[in-house]
Protein backbone atom coordinates (compact mmCIF):
# COMPACT_ATOMS: atom_id res chain seq x y z
CA UNK A 1 0.00 0.00 0.00
CA UNK A 2 1.46 3.53 -1.55
CA UNK A 3 1.71 5.89 1.94
CA UNK A 4 2.34 9.37 0.95
CA UNK A 5 3.66 11.78 3.93
CA UNK A 6 4.52 15.48 4.04
CA UNK A 7 6.24 17.78 5.81
CA UNK A 8 4.67 19.53 8.80
CA UNK A 9 2.74 23.23 8.71
CA UNK A 10 4.00 26.40 7.65
CA UNK A 11 3.21 29.70 7.96
CA UNK A 12 5.14 32.60 5.70
CA UNK A 13 5.58 36.06 4.65
CA UNK A 14 3.52 37.56 1.48
CA UNK A 15 6.86 37.45 -1.35
CA UNK A 16 8.47 34.24 0.57
CA UNK A 17 8.96 31.08 -0.80
CA UNK A 18 7.79 28.14 0.81
CA UNK A 19 8.87 24.17 0.23
CA UNK A 20 6.53 21.11 0.53
CA UNK A 21 8.35 17.81 0.69
CA UNK A 22 6.01 14.35 0.29
CA UNK A 23 8.14 11.22 1.09
CA UNK A 24 6.37 7.95 -0.58
CA UNK A 25 6.88 4.19 0.82
CA UNK A 26 5.24 0.80 -0.15
CA UNK A 27 4.68 -0.03 -3.86
CA UNK A 28 6.45 1.33 -7.32
CA UNK A 29 6.20 4.46 -6.03
CA UNK A 30 9.31 5.63 -8.39
CA UNK A 31 7.04 4.91 -11.81
CA UNK A 32 4.42 6.78 -10.15
CA UNK A 33 3.71 10.62 -11.36
CA UNK A 34 3.34 12.79 -8.56
CA UNK A 35 0.81 15.70 -8.67
CA UNK A 36 0.09 18.71 -6.45
CA UNK A 37 -3.18 19.49 -5.75
CA UNK A 38 -4.16 22.67 -3.46
CA UNK A 39 -7.32 23.81 -1.58
CA UNK A 40 -7.79 27.06 -0.16
CA UNK A 41 -10.07 27.61 2.85
CA UNK A 42 -13.64 26.18 2.28
CA UNK A 43 -12.93 26.11 -1.13
CA UNK A 44 -12.31 22.98 -4.07
CA UNK A 45 -9.11 21.25 -5.87
CA UNK A 46 -6.78 23.14 -7.91
CA UNK A 47 -4.30 21.32 -9.72
CA UNK A 48 -0.72 22.96 -9.86
CA UNK A 49 1.12 20.27 -12.38
CA UNK A 50 2.90 17.38 -11.73
CA UNK A 51 5.98 15.54 -12.02
CA UNK A 52 7.39 11.91 -13.28
CA UNK A 53 10.26 11.27 -10.99
CA UNK A 54 11.39 8.40 -13.16
CA UNK A 55 12.11 10.54 -16.02
CA UNK A 56 12.50 13.75 -14.19
CA UNK A 57 10.25 15.49 -16.25
CA UNK A 58 7.64 18.31 -14.96
CA UNK A 59 4.76 20.17 -16.35
CA UNK A 60 3.38 22.91 -14.52
CA UNK A 61 -0.33 24.36 -14.97
CA UNK A 62 -0.59 27.37 -16.65
CA UNK A 63 -1.30 29.36 -13.75
CA UNK A 64 1.67 28.63 -11.85
CA UNK A 65 4.64 28.91 -14.33
CA UNK A 66 7.26 30.14 -13.81
CA UNK A 67 6.63 30.30 -9.63
CA UNK A 68 6.14 26.57 -8.76
CA UNK A 69 9.10 24.05 -9.39
CA UNK A 70 8.56 20.76 -8.87
CA UNK A 71 11.53 18.08 -7.74
CA UNK A 72 11.79 14.94 -6.65
CA UNK A 73 14.56 12.64 -5.03
CA UNK A 74 14.70 8.60 -6.59
CA UNK A 75 16.86 7.55 -4.19
CA UNK A 76 14.95 8.42 -0.88
CA UNK A 77 11.20 8.42 -2.91
CA UNK A 78 10.81 12.11 -2.02
CA UNK A 79 8.72 14.88 -3.87
CA UNK A 80 9.31 18.36 -3.45
CA UNK A 81 6.94 21.40 -4.18
CA UNK A 82 8.32 25.35 -3.87
CA UNK A 83 6.11 27.82 -4.58
CA UNK A 84 7.55 31.54 -4.83
CA UNK A 85 6.53 35.07 -4.27
CA UNK A 86 3.67 33.94 -2.10
CA UNK A 87 0.86 36.07 -1.76
CA UNK A 88 -2.32 35.53 0.66
CA UNK A 89 -4.03 34.01 -1.68
CA UNK A 90 -1.69 31.07 -1.87
CA UNK A 91 -2.85 30.32 1.45
CA UNK A 92 -4.23 26.88 1.35
CA UNK A 93 -3.65 22.99 2.12
CA UNK A 94 -0.97 21.53 -0.79
CA UNK A 95 -1.42 17.87 -1.61
CA UNK A 96 1.02 15.43 -3.21
CA UNK A 97 -0.83 12.92 -5.20
CA UNK A 98 0.39 9.56 -6.65
CA UNK A 99 -0.93 7.42 -9.70
CA UNK A 100 -2.34 7.63 -13.17
CA UNK A 101 -5.50 8.76 -11.65
CA UNK A 102 -5.38 10.30 -7.90
CA UNK A 103 -5.23 6.88 -6.12
CA UNK A 104 -2.92 7.90 -3.20
CA UNK A 105 -3.03 11.24 -1.62
CA UNK A 106 -0.82 12.83 1.13
CA UNK A 107 -2.18 14.21 4.15
CA UNK A 108 -1.87 17.83 3.19
CA UNK A 109 0.13 20.97 4.27
CA UNK A 110 -0.95 23.65 5.11
CA UNK A 111 0.42 26.30 4.04
CA UNK A 112 -0.69 30.15 5.43
CA UNK A 113 0.72 32.83 3.94
CA UNK A 114 0.37 36.52 6.18
CA UNK A 115 1.85 39.58 7.25
CA UNK B 1 -8.93 24.49 -20.31
CA UNK B 2 -11.75 22.20 -19.74
CA UNK B 3 -13.89 24.00 -17.12
CA UNK B 4 -16.40 21.31 -15.41
CA UNK B 5 -19.51 22.29 -13.61
CA UNK B 6 -20.82 20.23 -11.39
CA UNK B 7 -24.88 20.28 -9.96
CA UNK B 8 -26.73 20.64 -7.66
CA UNK B 9 -24.26 22.44 -5.46
CA UNK B 10 -25.73 20.71 -2.31
CA UNK B 11 -28.02 17.98 -2.41
CA UNK B 12 -30.08 17.27 0.62
CA UNK B 13 -31.27 13.76 1.39
CA UNK B 14 -32.19 10.79 3.95
CA UNK B 15 -29.67 7.78 4.57
CA UNK B 16 -30.86 5.04 2.12
CA UNK B 17 -32.13 7.33 -0.47
CA UNK B 18 -30.55 7.45 -3.68
CA UNK B 19 -27.83 10.22 -4.58
CA UNK B 20 -27.68 11.61 -8.47
CA UNK B 21 -24.85 13.80 -8.50
CA UNK B 22 -24.09 15.47 -12.22
CA UNK B 23 -20.60 17.00 -13.60
CA UNK B 24 -21.25 18.73 -17.26
CA UNK B 25 -17.61 19.99 -19.42
CA UNK B 26 -17.09 22.92 -21.12
CA UNK B 27 -16.23 20.62 -24.02
CA UNK B 28 -15.59 17.05 -24.50
CA UNK B 29 -13.86 14.56 -21.97
CA UNK B 30 -12.84 11.29 -23.15
CA UNK B 31 -14.29 8.59 -20.83
CA UNK B 32 -11.21 7.37 -19.86
CA UNK B 33 -10.15 10.46 -18.00
CA UNK B 34 -12.89 11.75 -15.79
CA UNK B 35 -12.82 10.51 -11.96
CA UNK B 36 -14.85 11.11 -8.75
CA UNK B 37 -13.51 11.52 -5.50
CA UNK B 38 -15.01 11.59 -2.13
CA UNK B 39 -13.80 14.62 0.56
CA UNK B 40 -14.96 14.29 4.09
CA UNK B 41 -13.83 17.44 6.58
CA UNK B 42 -10.22 17.44 7.49
CA UNK B 43 -9.71 14.58 5.44
CA UNK B 44 -7.72 14.36 1.86
CA UNK B 45 -9.92 13.43 -1.07
CA UNK B 46 -10.32 9.68 -1.91
CA UNK B 47 -10.62 8.02 -5.61
CA UNK B 48 -14.34 6.75 -6.03
CA UNK B 49 -14.04 6.36 -9.76
CA UNK B 50 -11.66 6.57 -12.51
CA UNK B 51 -12.67 5.84 -16.29
CA UNK B 52 -15.80 7.21 -15.85
CA UNK B 53 -17.56 3.93 -14.40
CA UNK B 54 -14.13 1.77 -13.19
CA UNK B 55 -14.73 1.94 -9.21
CA UNK B 56 -11.57 2.23 -7.70
CA UNK B 57 -10.10 -0.71 -5.15
CA UNK B 58 -12.10 -1.24 -2.09
CA UNK B 59 -15.01 1.14 -3.28
CA UNK B 60 -18.61 -0.47 -2.62
CA UNK B 61 -20.46 -1.05 -5.35
CA UNK B 62 -23.72 1.49 -4.31
CA UNK B 63 -21.19 3.26 -5.87
CA UNK B 64 -21.43 3.85 -9.88
CA UNK B 65 -20.22 6.29 -12.91
CA UNK B 66 -21.80 6.46 -16.01
CA UNK B 67 -21.51 9.11 -19.08
CA UNK B 68 -19.37 10.52 -22.18
CA UNK B 69 -18.76 13.40 -23.91
CA UNK B 70 -19.83 16.37 -21.77
CA UNK B 71 -22.15 14.91 -18.92
CA UNK B 72 -20.86 12.45 -16.50
CA UNK B 73 -22.61 11.05 -13.29
CA UNK B 74 -22.15 9.79 -10.32
CA UNK B 75 -24.69 7.72 -8.51
CA UNK B 76 -24.84 6.86 -4.78
CA UNK B 77 -27.58 3.64 -4.81
CA UNK B 78 -28.87 3.99 -1.38
CA UNK B 79 -26.92 6.85 1.26
CA UNK B 80 -25.18 5.00 4.23
CA UNK B 81 -24.10 7.79 6.83
CA UNK B 82 -20.81 7.59 5.80
CA UNK B 83 -21.77 9.36 2.19
CA UNK B 84 -22.23 12.20 3.39
CA UNK B 85 -18.96 14.22 2.42
CA UNK B 86 -18.33 16.40 -0.68
CA UNK B 87 -17.96 15.17 -4.06
CA UNK B 88 -15.68 16.56 -6.65
CA UNK B 89 -15.60 15.16 -10.39
CA UNK B 90 -11.74 15.78 -12.50
CA UNK B 91 -10.97 15.21 -16.27
CA UNK B 92 -7.14 14.68 -16.48
CA UNK B 93 -6.98 14.65 -20.28
CA UNK B 94 -3.42 15.88 -22.18
CA UNK B 95 -4.49 18.96 -22.28
CA UNK B 96 -4.14 19.06 -18.25
CA UNK B 97 -6.20 18.65 -14.56
CA UNK B 98 -9.36 20.20 -13.62
CA UNK B 99 -11.65 19.72 -11.16
CA UNK B 100 -15.24 20.88 -11.04
CA UNK B 101 -16.92 23.28 -7.91
CA UNK B 102 -18.16 20.16 -5.95
CA UNK B 103 -21.59 18.77 -4.45
CA UNK B 104 -21.86 18.48 -1.11
CA UNK B 105 -24.32 15.96 -0.07
CA UNK B 106 -25.84 16.33 3.42
CA UNK B 107 -28.42 14.86 5.65
CA UNK B 108 -31.95 16.21 5.33
Known amino acids: QVQLVQSGAEVKKPGSSVKVSCKASGGPVSSYAISWVRQAPGQGLEWMGRIIPILDIANYAQKFQGRVTFTADKSTSTANMELSSLRSEDTAVYYC????????WGQGTLVTVSS | EIVLTQSPGTLSLSPGERATLSCRAS???????LAWYQQKPGQAPRLLIHGASSRATGIPDRFSGSGSGTDFTLTISRLEPEDFAVYFC?????????FGGGTKVEIK
Open chain 1, 97 to 104: VAGSVGDY
Open chain 2, 90 to 98: QQYGRSGVT
Open chain 2, 27 to 33: QSVSSSY
